[in-house]
């Protein structure tokens, strides 16, 4: 397993702290951020194997679409 994704409707995809707790460290993990059923914005977080927010780091994402993982309001 290369990594997992979930949704934050309504709110910035950040990496909580029960993402944290929840994770596979290691592993790529996509938030993705939804208003109104339509995509916003894309991050990808891995943890160590701490499972703690000071083990997180963010990762370089790049979308077939050529966009950098926002997806500007119409």
Do not use: M, Q
């Not at 995809?13 to 993705?32: K, M």
């Not at 951020?33 to 943890?47: I, L, P, Q, T």
């Not at 499972?51 to 077939?64: D, K, N, Y």
């Amino acid at each position: 397993i290369a990594g997992f994704y979930h949704s934050h409707p309504g709110r910035a995809p950040y990496f909580s702290i029960r993402d944290v707790e929840e994770c596979w460290p290691g592993c790529a993990n996509i938030v993705l951020a939804v208003e109104k059923g339509r995509f916003r914005e894309a991050r990808a977080y891995a943890s160590d194997a701490t499972r703690t927010l000071a083990g997180v780091r963010e990762l370089s994402i790049f979308l077939t679409s050529g966009r950098s993982g926002k997806n500007p309001a119409p």
